[in-house]
């Protein structure tokens, strides 16, 4: 295949399922293989200097590379799909394309790692970030000013479940002449689509439920126009954090059952919500789903449904039993990420977001003592039973 070629879309007018196992992809023409090869070398042949097929060196194209990217622009209707090393690479190339004195208003509920990256590296280049409550959009309006580029929105935020309205962001924007950068990371492509309700730029730790099997690290960005792609391609190329081949072949198998995976993650997601909630020992869940969440009715609006991620906190806040419960779980493994086939647990305040001083976690209502689950795609029946057997032992 050659790069400059934006293989078949199939119509984007088709069914997300189809997209996820057509979109963007063609059979490889020197053998007829239904999926893409892993095109495991570092260089390419060239018939004279500068003539090729498309291909020079792996850093800056490699075909495998090429056939992931263009499924993901598929799946989240932009122009171009980039993929990076990591999630977190992903991020680095967004912010590589501002100045000193630049500022970004930011979710005040973020990754830890997306947080470290903004205050602990970017800010001692002269970037300045403000944090807001992104689900309230006059704080995000007051923030915003004429030295504003970039508007940092994770939407189902992690791990507090926030919900931030992207139409309503969009619009903010638009006015501002900011960037709008939604981190899709928590809903995946196909619950939410959020260049259609006008960001500019998509980004995701494909990490997670992209490639939906724990089985690689990557992140990417996905663009709704040629000029920002353009300039992110650049930073692609001279930076060089790329992912190799085999891991670029992993999230693309593991998108062709991206929709099929997501809607049993949110059936299982609403059973072990529901389960908690009515729960004696449990004092908050925190999850959209629920009609009482304050982000419901926006979250009913722009997502196809409310995903496998929540949180919750105990009626006893004391921390040790936090750390009893996650560590009695059987069936629920305690590690860290999220979004994969199996349930994962994990404990926010010292894993995922340790990073973020104590102070500023309050300030976004993360509790020492949340606790954050990734429903996996297991029977429910036996996640609902392993929860009740460790709470049955605080």
């Keep these: 295949m050659n790069q400059d070629d934006k293989a078949p879309d199939h119509g984007a007018q088709q069914g997300f399922g189809t997209r996820a196992i057509h979109g963007g992809q063609q059979h490889d023409p020197s053998t007829g293989a239904v999926m893409p090869p892993v095109y495991l070398t570092s260089t390419y042949a060239q018939s004279a200097p500068g003539q090729h097929l498309g291909y020079e060196y792996s850093r800056t194209h490699n075909p495998t590379r090429t056939a992931l990217q263009n499924s993901l622009a598929s799946l989240e209707g932009g122009v171009e799909g980039l993929a990076f090393a990591s999630g977190m690479a992903a991020i680095d190339a967004v912010l590589k394309l501002l100045l000193p004195g630049d500022e970004v208003v930011a979710s005040n509920d973020l990754y830890g790692g997306t947080y470290r990256l903004f205050t602990k590296i ?21 923030a915003v000013n004429e030295r504003t580029r970039l508007i940092w929105c994770e939407t ?7 919900i931030a309205d992207i139409a309503a962001l969009a619009e903010i924007k638009k006015r501002s002449g ?57 930073v692609q190329n001279a930076s060089g954090a ?7 072949f992993l999230v693309l198998r593991g998108i062709k059952t991206l929709h099929l995976r997501m809607e049993r993650h ?9 389960f908690l909630k009515s729960h004696p020992k449990v004092k908050k869940v925190h999850w959209p789903g629920f009609p009482d969440h304050p982000g419901h009715e926006v979250a009913s609006r722009q997502m196809r ?3 496998g991620m929540l949180s919750f ?29 199996e349930s994962l647990c994990g404990h926010p305040a010292s894993m995922t977001h340790a990073s973020i001083p104590r102070e500023e976690r309050l300030k976004s209502g993360l509790e020492d003592s ?17 929860l009740q057997q460790a709470l049955d032992k605080l």
């Design 122 to 142: 970017f800010q001692h280049f002269g970037l300045v970030f403000r944090f807001v409550d992104m689900s309230q959009p006059l704080q995000v309006e007051r």
């Design 156 to 162: 189902p935020t992690n791990p507090m479940l926030h």
């Design 178 to 234: 900011a960037m709008l950068v939604v981190d899709n990371t928590f809903a995946s492509p196909y619950v939410q689509q959020p260049l259609a309700l006008g960001a500019d730029l998509v980004m995701h730790s494909a990490t997670k439920y992209l490639g939906g099997h724990s089985d690689v690290v990557l992140g990417a960005l996905v663009a709704k126009s040629e000029h920002l792609a353009e300039r992110l391609r650049f």
């Design 242 to 248: 790329v992912p190799g081949p085999l891991d670029c």
């Design 266 to 274: 949110g059936t299982n997601g609403r059973v072990v919500a529901a």
């Design 305 to 307: 449904n409310f995903g």
């Design 313 to 341: 906190t105990l009626k006893d806040d004391a921390l040790e039993k936090a750390f009893h419960l996650v560590s009695t779980l059987q069936v629920f493994t305690l590690a860290e990420s999220l979004g994969g086939v």
């Design 370 to 386: 949340l606790i954050r689950l990734s429903v996996g795609i297991e029977d429910p029946e036996d996640l609902l039973a392993d």
